[in-house]
């Protein structure tokens, strides 16, 4: 007889996987008996070594490890000969680690001295592997972040002067999933000064023509509190 312990196979971790015999042949008749032997790898247990098509399920892997490969040698019995053994490789591959996505948020417009949020609360990963923060400040005024690995830091605005021009600021964010970085992303919050305080509106009521010697009365209440009195 001639076993054929059919084509290697390349398979994801923790599932179940058949090894296929059922192709062996008996130029006399038919194949009585079937027997598989594992010849590498960590033990696994098949489900019936006896079979034409044993199954056997794949030892779980996580991200980080080594492929396994496991070997297995079929013979095959007519009931007067065996077979020389055929043998079929079985690579069990680990999970592959996908890059993480950082994202930085949206650019934002904000009044010079306020607090400000930098949020990178949107970036993942498709493992679903929790994540580092690091956060760096690429150009603008010097600001101090109160704490470049956080999710969420904030800072102080500077301070602009009423009349200057806005001021630019440049983030960028990348995570970590404790095996690879992300690609940075970057934000730009633009500062711009904050708005003068508007001055009230006097109102001293329209011109009057009057005779001598009475009593005129001055009329200022249309006059408008716009802003803080300087």
Do not use: C
């Not at 904000?110 to 690091?134: I, K, P």
């Not at 830091?153 to 404790?178: C, E, M, R």
């Amino acid at each position: 007889p001639i076993a054929d312990a059919g084509v290697n196979k390349t398979t994801i971790s923790g599932y179940s996987i058949v090894v296929d015999g059922s192709r062996s042949t008996d130029a006399d008749g038919g194949v009585v008996t079937y027997n598989w032997e594992q010849v590498l790898g960590a033990d696994v247990s098949l489900s019936n070594p006896k079979s034409a098509t044993p199954i056997f399920k794949t030892p779980v892997l996580h991200i980080g490890d080594l492929n396994q490969t496991f070997a297995f040698d079929l013979t095959v019995d007519d009931g007067f000969e065996i077979s020389q053994p055929s043998r079929v490789f079985v690579t069990v591959e680990a999970p592959q680690n996908m890059i993480p996505f950082a994202d930085a948020g949206a650019d934002q417009r904000v009044v010079s001295g306020s607090t400000v949020v930098l949020n990178g609360g949107n970036s993942y990963d498709l493992n679903g592997q929790a994540l580092r923060f690091q956060w760096q400040q690429l150009s603008g005024p010097l600001v101090d972040l109160s704490d470049e690995s956080s999710v969420q830091p904030i800072f102080k605005a500077p301070d602009i002067d009423v009349g200057l021009s806005h001021q630019t600021l440049v983030f960028s964010l990348i995570v970590h999933d404790g095996l690879a970085a992300s690609v940075a992303d970057t934000i730009v919050i633009t500062v711009e000064p904050a708005n003068a305080p508007e001055r009230p509106l006097a109102d001293a009521g329209r011109d009057l023509m009057v005779d001598s010697n009475i009593v005129v009365e001055l009329n200022g209440t249309r006059s408008q509190p716009q802003g803080d009195t300087p």
